[in-house]
Structures are given as C-alpha cells and as structure tokens.
C-alpha cells in the first residue's frame, strides 16, 4: 500500500459520471472490500533490516494463536530503558528503522515488531474485533520482553505510528497491561472514520475509475466508513480513567499532516492532563523525522528522558 499523497482535484467528465453511475451497485460493496484491505494489505515485502543501520539484533517470533506469530527485531541496548516501534497502516517494521537508530543511538533497548497482517507477521483474516487483535500485538510483545528476554524491570514505552497509536493506546485500556510512557507519530486522531475517508483521499487505498467518480465515490466513502469502525470494534476515544489518568503521552503531528491534521491529533490529547503535544514544522504526515532529523529527535529524547529517566 503506497504512502498517502494528496490527489489533485479534477471535475469528471461527463462520460465518467455516466459510468460512474452504471456501476454504482457494487460501490457499496468495494467500499467494504477496502475497508477489510485497509487491515489485511496485501503488498508485505521488507528490504531492510536493523543490520542495515548499523544495529545488532535479534528475531523474535511471538505467537499470537496456533502457527501464527509476531515477528519482532530485539536490538538491544540499555537494560533498563526499552521502546517499542510499532509502524504505520499497510507498511512494517521497516519503515521504523531510522527512530530505531536514534533512539538505539541514545542508549535504549528498542524492540520494533510487525502488527498481525503486516511485514513477516502471520496471518489473521478476522473481519470483526480488529481493535482487540491489533492491541494484543503490542501487549503480546511487551509481555514477551519482560518475561522471557531480561526487562522484568525496565521501563518501557510504546512508539506508535498513524496506524499503531491507536493500537498502542486501545491496548491501555486492557486490563494488566501497564507501560512507562507513549509516544504517538502523525496520530492518532479523536475521530476515526474521517481519518478512513482522508485516506481514500489521499489514494492509500486503489479506487477504479469507474469508482472513482460520482455519485459511486460518495458511497465508496460512506461505506468505508461505517465498516472500518465497525470491524474495529474499539470505543474511541478512549477513557480518561486508569492508566490514562497517569501515563505521561506525547503526540506529535506534522504541521501539514492532511491524513490526520493537528487539529484532530490535538483534540484527543486535550482529553489527558499529562499529555504533550508538539506540532512539527513544515513536515507531512509521517514525515517528521525525514523533514527536520536532529529536532524531531530532539523532541522525543527529551520526553523519554523524563518520562523514562
């Protein structure tokens, strides 16, 4: 699934209406046949690896039910300090590896895992549940290090992406899961289905031309956007409550962020006492540490060393 990009606006012709409209009794099923690509995508090839960057590492595979499991990289570092990568929607692991290297760099433990679906994870074609299932990666992996690879004791925290913020901070609402801290990249927003539709926008997600013009669009959209909330299954945004009364949170977002703007990416974090919010200049959506490396590091080493010690 390709990154976002914003599509530029063309009024169809008069021909693309026309057939737009010949095919409109399937828009509602396509709509639905996106939503389930949107978490189940296809295109699952990784060209790197943290031996690539200069990084030791170790495989780690976590299971998740019979046969299936969560591929992870271990690369370790301090003993008491670990982050863990998530990555964005239809993307891996791979796509964390320059966070890796910095953070790696300072002297943290980093673990960056594949969510379910993704990457060199395993398969899992549930339609309904999606928001507990991706959750259990994050909590699966974190309770793999503590248990099994020395970090009982360390500090951890949560590194999400657009995508795996949600998943990081829908797993905090489980009960006995508990991490150190949470950092949040381009995400994620309060609202979830006009993020679905933003991405459709910004062609995340393939529409045929046929589709792609009026009136099927809007019912592409609409439907997009009832089903993909629908097979998460997560009451969004999540409490104010438990371990959200407590965790110290940081949400960064691009300043021209059009998949998930600042605006909704600052209305979630208004909802927590301790959250910061730090809007990244001139940078796109998932494009802060490309656009300005030296201070989008800055920002997060500051927080984790106050939120990790």
Request: net charge negative.
């Amino acid at each position: 699934m390709p990154e976002p990009r914003q599509k530029s606006a063309r009024p169809p012709s008069l021909a693309a209406r026309a057939l737009s409209a010949a095919v409109l009794p399937v828009a509602p099923l396509y709509g639905a046949s996106l939503a389930y690509l949107a978490f189940h995508p296809r295109n699952r090839a990784q060209q790197a690896n943290p031996g690539d960057h200069g990084l030791p590492y170790t495989e780690l595979k976590i299971p998740f039910s019979p046969r299936k499991h969560v591929h992870a990289w271990l690369c370790p570092g301090a003993t008491d300090r670990v982050v863990v990568l998530g990555h964005s929607l239809g993307t891996s692991k791979e796509h964390s590896l320059g966070h890796a290297r910095f953070l790696h760099d300072a002297g943290y433990t980093v673990c960056l895992f594949d969510h379910r679906n993704h990457g060199a994870s395993g398969d899992d074609r549930s339609i309904l549940g999606l928001g507990d299932r991706f959750a259990g990666d994050v909590i699966a992996v974190v309770e793999r290090l503590r248990e099994r690879h020395g970090y009982a004791t360390a500090r951890i925290a949560v590194y999400g992406f657009a995508f795996s913020c949600f998943s990081a901070m829908w797993a905090l609402t489980h009960d006995g899961f508990e991490v150190d801290a949470l950092v949040c990249d381009s995400g994620p927003g309060h609202d979830v289905a006009p993020l679905l539709r933003k991405f459709l926008e910004a062609e995340a997600l393939p529409v045929p031309a046929p589709l792609s013009a009026e009136p099927s669009r809007s019912v592409v959209t609409r439907t997009l956007c009832t089903v993909g909330p629908a097979m998460v299954r997560a009451e969004w945004p999540p409490p104010v409550t438990g371990t959200f009364a407590k965790i110290p949170l940081l949400f960064m977002s691009g300043e021209h962020d059009a998949i998930v703007p600042p605006s909704s990416v600052d209305a979630l974090a208004e909802r927590y006492e301790q959250a910061e919010t730090h809007v990244l200049p001139g940078a796109g959506h998932l494009l802060g540490l490309e656009t300005d490396p030296e201070a989008y590091a800055s920002v997060v080493l500051d927080f984790l060393e106050r939120a990790l010690g």
